[in-house]
């Protein structure tokens, strides 16, 4: 199951569902789309929160570079760290 965010991205549940449709009903771009479903493969939970500058899958600090990207731009990311696809929800 997916969910939106309040900026208006949508995101998977932590629950580690499969479903395609699931994944094409998310704001990914084509490209980003096909890495989550092969990373979803090694990880339940493929797309998760950056927090604080901190990825939520792994708990490794993200570069500066990297969390002003996806603080300031409303794209998706990618961890240095663990591979997972990284999203910023402004509180």
Do not use: W
């Not at 199951?1 to 932590?14: A, D, E, F, I, P």
């Not at 629950?15 to 989550?36: I, K």
């Not at 927090?51 to 708990?59: I, Q």
């Amino acid at each position: 199951m997916s969910r939106q965010s309040t900026s208006g991205r949508k995101y998977l549940n932590g629950g580690g569902s499969t479903e395609t449709d699931e994944m094409r009903q998310l704001a990914l771009p084509p490209n980003l789309l096909h890495y989550c479903k092969t990373i979803q493969r090694r990880f339940s939970n493929p797309l998760v929160e950056m927090r604080n500058g901190v990825c939520t899958g792994c708990f490794m600090s993200l570069s500066s570079g990297q969390r002003q990207k996806i603080e300031n731009e409303t794209t998706y990311g990618v961890c240095e760290s663990c591979g997972r696809i990284l999203y910023y929800e402004e509180l």
